[in-house]
Nanobody, 125 residues
Framework: VQLQASGGGLVQAGGSLRLSCTFS????????MAWFRQVPGKEREFVSG????????SYADSVKGRFTISRDNNLNSVNLQMNSLKPEDTAVYYC???????????????????WGQGTQVTVSS
C-alpha cells in the first residue's frame, strides 16, 4: 500500500485548506482511513477517521465542526476539508490506512499499518 498526501500549505487564521490522500496498491474499499497530525516534541494525534464505506466518521474534539473527512472509493482518495483554521492546527498532517476493522473508525495510531509521507499545514495568526 502506498499513500500520498497533498494539499498542505500556509494559510491565515480563519482560512481553509483541503488535504487529499491517494491510495494505491490494494483494494481501497477494504480499508478504514484516517488523518493524524504531529507537532515537534508531541505525539502524533488522531484528527479524523472514516470507515470503508464512508457511512461513519469520527473527529477529535478540537476539530469537530470545522473539519470534514470524506472519501471517494472510485478515485481511491480520502480528503480532509479544514475550515476556520486556527494557529493551533499547525502541524504535519498524515493520512493512514488500516484493514483491521474497516467497519469501525479506529482512533489509535497503533491500529494503522500504512502511512503517507505527511504534508505541512501552517496557520498564521
Amino acid at each position: 500500500v502506498q499513500l500520498q498526501a497533498s494539499g498542505g500549505g500556509l494559510v491565515q487564521a480563519g482560512g481553509s485548506l483541503r488535504l487529499s490522500c491517494t491510495f494505491s496498491g490494494r483494494a481501497f474499499s477494504g480499508y478504514g482511513m484516517a488523518w493524524f497530525r504531529q507537532v515537534p516534541g508531541k505525539e502524533r494525534e488522531f484528527v479524523s477517521g472514516i470507515i470503508w464505506s464512508g457511512a461513519a466518521t469520527s473527529y477529535a474534539d478540537s476539530v469537530k465542526g470545522r473539519f470534514t473527512i470524506s472519501r471517494d472509493n472510485n478515485l481511491n482518495s480520502v480528503n480532509l476539508q479544514m475550515n476556520s483554521l486556527k494557529p493551533e492546527d499547525t502541524a504535519v498532517y498524515y493520512c493512514a490506512a488500516s484493514r483491521r476493522r474497516p467497519t469501525l473508525v479506529l482512533l489509535s495510531r497503533s491500529d494503522y499499518d500504512h502511512w503517507g509521507q505527511g504534508t505541512q499545514v501552517t496557520v498564521s495568526s
